[in-house]
């Protein structure tokens, strides 16, 4: 509201042309006061207008309390106030969660709407290049709205006209230093409308315990830890291939045993086998009597076990061909999750180069047509590279751990996810802080969202055994 006049500027512009001592001038039509005052009055009033717009309640408490001021004496003012003052920290001690919801949310936005928003945005937008000052008027993209959630504000956007999305993913290092937040996320409301993401804590910052085993026999998505705004991290396992991408000690284990607990009661139940490719054998042979037979550990022995399941599959594709469209799992026909902890042993380290292609071969085909058979793929790699899993891109679901390099994460999570905020590279390598950590892109939206896999640790797979051995492929 305070900005200069049009016409400031000019009066201090002097412009010459090259190797000549001409010096232009611009005329400076001088303005009279009266011209003056009425903008500003104009503007004055504008802004109160806008004030009351914007925020109807933060206006109207000042409002209420000097009328009240004013018609029944300040004193009164001061009782109404210490009453709804009084009665708001009863609320808020009494039912905390339900204050959070009405109340303290909308002060803590509003609070960090003009304290940390509104007093940083000029500087920030005009460093960071996404605002522009052009002859003393500045051009800025608008701030809307700041909403908060338990972990994070939400601050809705709109672009200058002329800009695009990369404009800012390209700036997102700017915008959470400028606002003082350890990351930023940038998601497309609608053309021209976007919200920014920032972070005030981190829900994932410490491991989170194995999720109890499911009381209940299902095929759904398996509950295997937390998304970054506390929500359960639910994952679809039927109906899809999963890959798991993350450096040594990124916790790629976690979300493999995450997955197997889930499944547990439906392995039971008759509903699923889990079968368990482990070249490693490292991971899954700690828990290998879960697997009975179907557990495979030699290179030779993991390509039959893949070429088992093409079988499986050629045979329900025969018999399903006409007859139904999706896999509905049942004791005859069960969901086959295929389970391979590090792929590349297979696909690229293998050095007999017919197993290697054998391995390549059956994935690709598994990859291809498993899902509406009811098998799914399910395997971890430590290096993303296409030379190392030429059929990276036949996993539709991907979930990007720790990373070494920044460009490997688009080559996980598809092109532009980094850019979104999926910084899988800046993942801590402390296994308190960034083991089982990692970014997925959720069905829903394609932006990036963090989780968090819970710890399986040793005594979790031990019970688990004990309580499930022998149940799931005989
Ligand atoms: N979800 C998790 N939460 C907290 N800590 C974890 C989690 N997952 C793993 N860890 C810790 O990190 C260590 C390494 O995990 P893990 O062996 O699963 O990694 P990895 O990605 O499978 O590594 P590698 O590829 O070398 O086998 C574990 O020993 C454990 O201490």
């Known amino acids: ?73 300040y004193r009164q003012a001061i009782a109404v106030f210490g009453v709804v003052l009084t009665s ?18 909308r002060l803590l936005a509003w609070w960090r709407l003009v304290w940390i928003y509104r007093r940083h945005w000029q500087p920030v937008m005009i460093i960071s290049g996404l605002g522009k000052h052009l002859h003393g008027r500045d051009y800025l993209p608008r701030l809307l709205r700041v909403t908060c959630d338990d972990w994070s504000d939400r601050v809705t956007v709109a672009m200058l006209a002329g800009q695009a999305v990369t ?8 915008l959470a230093h400028g606002f003082g937040a350890a990351s930023c996320r940038i998601s497309t409301l609608r053309p021209g409308r976007l919200m920014l993401t920032f972070p005030r804590r981190d829900p994932l910052s410490i491991p989170l315990p194995a999720v109890p085993i499911p009381q209940t026999a299902e095929v759904g998505p398996v509950e295997i830890g937390r998304c970054e705004d506390g929500t359960p991290y639910r994952l679809r396992v039927h109906g899809t ?55 495979a550990a030699t290179p030779d022995e993991c390509v039959e076990l893949l070429e088992a399941a093409v079988k499986v599959m050629q045979e329900r594709a025969d018999r399903f061909a006409g007859t139904r469209r999706t896999h509905a799992p049942t004791v005859d026909d069960p969901f086959i999750v295929l389970v391979v902890d590090e792929v590349a042993f297979l696909t690229a380290y293998q050095p007999d ?88 892109r959720l069905e829903a939206s394609p932006d990036p969202v963090r989780v968090r896999a819970a710890y399986v640790s040793d005594a979790d797979i031990r019970v688990m055994v004990a309580r499930y051995a022998g149940e799931g492929c005989r």
């Open 353 to 440: 180069k017919q197993l290697r292609a054998r391995a390549i071969a059956a994935l690709a085909t598994l990859t291809t047509q498993g899902r509406a058979v009811g098998i799914g793929v399910v395997a971890a790699l430590q290096d993303p590279r296409k030379d190392v899993l030429t059929i990276r891109n036949l996993f539709p679901d991907k979930i990007a751990l720790r990373l070494d390099e920044p460009e490997q994460v688009d080559m996980v999570l598809g092109e532009g996810a980094r850019e979104r905020g999926a910084l899988a590279d800046h993942i801590s390598p402390r296994p308190d802080l960034g083991a089982g950590v990692g970014y997925v």
């Open 241 to 295: 291939h999963i890959l798991i991408a993350g450096a040594t000690g990124s916790g790629k284990g976690s979300y493999l045993w995450s997955i197997i607990r889930g499944l547990l009661p439906a392995m039971r139940a008759g509903l699923v086998q889990i079968w368990a490719a482990d070249p490693k054998r490292m991971e899954l042979s700690f828990g290998r009597d879960l697997f009975g037979p179907c557990y």
């Open 88 to 105: 708001a920290v009863s609320w808020a001690l009494l039912d905390p969660d339900s204050f959070r919801a009405v109340i303290g949310r």
């Open 1 to 73: 509201m305070f900005r200069r006049l049009p016409g400031d500027e000019t009066r201090t512009l002097v412009s010459t042309t090259p190797d000549t001592a001409v010096v232009f001038r611009p005329a400076v039509v001088r303005t009279p006061a009266i011209i003056s005052v009425i903008i500003w009055v104009w503007r004055l009033l504008a802004g109160l207008a806008r004030a009351v717009w914007r925020h109807p309640i933060a206006t109207a408490v000042p409002v209420t309390f000097g009328v009240i001021g004013i018609v029944y004496g």
């Open 167 to 174: 404009d800012w993913t390209d700036r997102v290092d700017h």
